[in-house]
């Protein structure tokens, strides 16, 4: 059957590291996303920004694992940040389950980079 | 010996020829070379005769078959190139007769130990290539006059298309089990559309190879088809079919536009020397837009039956076949795909009649494809040679897909499973954009119809059991979809959970949970916004 396709890079900056997530996140790719997302937590970076602007599609699914990260990094005095295209419809969906008030997000990878 | 009759070139040719088309049929190559050999002792009236063929890895002869010298069979005789009596022959390309062996270079001692005296020989050519050598031996001293050795050597350039084609026809069960492996097994299910496809092996041995067709997702409901055609034969044909296909896969998923993939794939081959050409038409089907883009390196045009039932030839400028030039450049074509649409896609050999325009093939592939109602019986016929009067000395490749047009009302049943979100998801932005659905409603009755459904899958019996149904409608500008599974409601337990019903009711006007028979129904309802303005228009 269809399984969604996502990619995964990753940038490093001084002490950030930055993840753009390309594709749907939903329930069939939420998995993968997860397993390097943790992977590359894992290392010293000190902040997190996760870069949603590409990412066409995004579920409870996709945000339960980003709420789930978040916990994680925070139980290290790491902060996770979004970028979101302001205005999108994954804005909309992140504000209705209060995303926006459990970790910053961001319009642009610059502002995050700038308060990261 | 020297007092009998020789039959005429004619007859014995003749002799010759009733066995060699007989064996492409049944005889394996072994076989084939002793009914070979018989018959060419019997009409020369030697003793001994054997056929030596080139090994073309190492480059010796070895012989495969002989008469009245077995032991060379059985000892596995290998003669370098140029070097003795056999290599001599073939290294010169030319007949060669010993009239005393003792007082020869000869290489293979057997040849002394079986007291063969006198020796002839003539090299096996197929289009200029030595592929072996052939020697007949008498054990008694002989001497080969022009008309035998010319007799001998006509019998050899039979016997060596014969092997040739014996040879090829072993090849042919490979180079046939390689294609049908490199060939998709099962064609992806996507909800709305429908894919077919044949792939027949040449009628020709000489010809199996190298046609390939594709098909599989690419993610955001795009869907990549391909059809390809190796320029050769054979096993090399077929493994370079392998590599090209693999690699195109590769490139696609990694995210490249489909011009960019197909110049990648260029990039890749055209450093294989000698040269290989491959035809390609790669094409990212966007149902949810109605369109696709074509990228076509030197292939077929494409067939494209509207859903006003005529059947069209994609007028396409077509770029260079991959491989032919480094920097070669590729471009897109975008297509408008309307639902009710059929494309069709295949290789020269379901429409190319020698002889006759290409045109004529493909407008005879045109009227047939809009025809025909259905897709495997399309498939079929273009297979078996409907359009080029026969089956085709070539392989050939059909790929359909069938953009199926969405009903008013969407009725639909899918597996409890989390991979049937995605195509759950793509139909109903398919079926929202028809009914007038700004992007953004788009977006949010799909997160909240698949919030629904993944519960559903999550809370299904046992996995691949259980089943859910999706059915929409549209009440007047308003979207009413209802999500039915065979469960009891439940809201998602656990810290980093439960966030799916919070969604459903800020994205939805409303959302209502009912108890249906065996299960529970989620109802939801959403006011497109071009219906709730002109109804406000319309207000006095």
């Known amino acids: ?116 | 010996m020297s007092g009998r009759s020789l039959p005429s070139p004619e007859d014995a040719l003749r002799e010759l020829q009733r066995i060699s088309d007989a064996a492409l049929a049944s005889l394996t190559m072994h076989d084939l070379l002793r009914e070979l050999l018989e018959r060419i002792a019997g009409i020369l009236g030697t003793d001994t005769a054997a056929f030596l063929l080139l090994d073309e890895v190492s480059g010796d002869l070895v012989a495969q078959a002989a008469k009245g010298i077995e032991e060379e069979v059985e000892q596995g005789v290998r003669i370098p190139m140029g070097r003795g009596f056999a290599g001599r022959i073939a290294a010169e390309r030319r007949p060669v007769r010993i009239e005393d062996v003792d007082h020869a270079d000869i290489l293979n001692p057997i040849l002394r130990e079986k007291g063969i005296r006198s020796l002839l020989g003539v090299p096996l050519l197929v289009e200029g290539r030595v592929i072996g050598v052939m020697h007949v031996g008498s054990l008694t001293r002989r001497h080969f006059d022009e008309r035998e050795t010319d007799l001998l050597q006509l019998a050899a350039d039979r016997a060596a298309i014969a092997i040739e084609h014996a040879r090829l026809h072993a090849q042919r069960h490979t180079v046939e089990a390689m294609q049908r492996a490199m060939l998709p097994s099962a064609l992806p299910v996507i909800p709305g559309i429908e894919f077919t496809a044949t792939y027949r092996p040449a009628a020709v041995d000489a010809r199996v190879g190298g046609d390939w067709y594709d098909v599989f997702e690419l993610g955001r409901g795009r869907i990549a088809l391909v059809i390809g055609d190796v320029v050769g034969r054979g096993v090399e044909a077929g493994a370079l079919m392998a590599q090209v296909r693999t690699a195109l896969r590769a490139y696609a998923l990694e995210g490249h536009p489909p011009a960019g993939v197909v110049e990648l794939l260029n990039r890749l081959f055209a450093s294989v020397r000698p040269t290989k050409l491959t035809t390609v038409a790669y094409i990212v089907l966007d149902p949810e837009r109605d369109e696709m883009r074509l990228v076509s390196a030197g292939h077929l045009p494409p067939i494209v039956v509207g859903p006003d039932g005529i059947g069209r030839v994609m007028e396409v400028e077509g770029d260079p076949p991959v491989g032919a030039f480094r920097a070669a450049i590729y471009h897109e074509h975008l297509v408008t795909l309307e639902p009710g649409s059929r494309l069709v896609l295949v290789t020269d050999g379901a429409a190319e009649v020698r002889g006759e325009p290409l045109d004529d093939g493909l407008d005879r592939l045109r009227l047939m494809c809009a025809e025909e109602p259905d897709a495997h019986a399309l498939c079929a016929a273009i297979a078996a040679g409907a359009v080029t009067g026969g089956p085709s000395d070539d392989d050939v490749a059909v790929l359909v897909a069938e953009i199926l047009p969405l009903p008013e009302r969407l009725a639909t049943r899918w597996p409890a499973d989390a991979d049937a979100l995605g195509g759950l998801r793509h139909l109903l932005r398919r079926w929202l954009a028809g009914h007038g659905a700004r992007d953004n409603e788009i977006y949010d009755i799909t997160v909240a119809v698949q919030e629904a459904a993944a519960n559903a899958v999550e809370h299904a019996y046992a996995p691949g059991t259980a089943a859910f149904s999706v059915d929409a409608h549209n009440e007047g500008g308003a979207i009413v979809v209802t999500v039915t599974d065979r469960g009891r409601w439940r809201e998602a337990r656990g810290q980093n959970r439960g966030r799916g019903f919070p969604l459903m009711r800020g994205l939805m006007e409303s959302v209502d949970v009912q108890p249906a028979d065996h299960g529970t129904s989620v109802v939801m309802r959403r006011t497109l916004e071009a219906a709730a303005r002109g109804t406000l228009e319309a207000a006095p």
Request: charged fraction near 25%; glycine fraction near 4%; avoid cysteine.
């Open chain 1, 1 to 116: 059957m269809t399984s969604s396709v996502i990619h995964v890079s990753e940038e490093r900056l001084d002490e950030t590291l930055m993840i753009v997530l390309d594709g749907e996140l939903d329930a069939s790719s939420v998995n993968d996303v997860a397993v390097k997302l943790r992977r590359l937590v894992e290392n010293q970076a000190k902040r997190l920004v996760v870069d949603l602007e590409r990412v066409s599609y995004l579920d409870s699914a996709g945000i339960n694992l980003l709420f789930a990260v978040a916990g994680e990094l925070s139980a290290r005095q790491q902060q996770l940040h979004l970028v979101v295209v302001e205005g999108s419809p994954i804005e909309r969906t992140l504000r209705i389950v209060g995303a926006e008030r459990a970790f910053p997000v961001h319009a642009s990878r610059e502002a995050a980079l700038a308060e990261a």
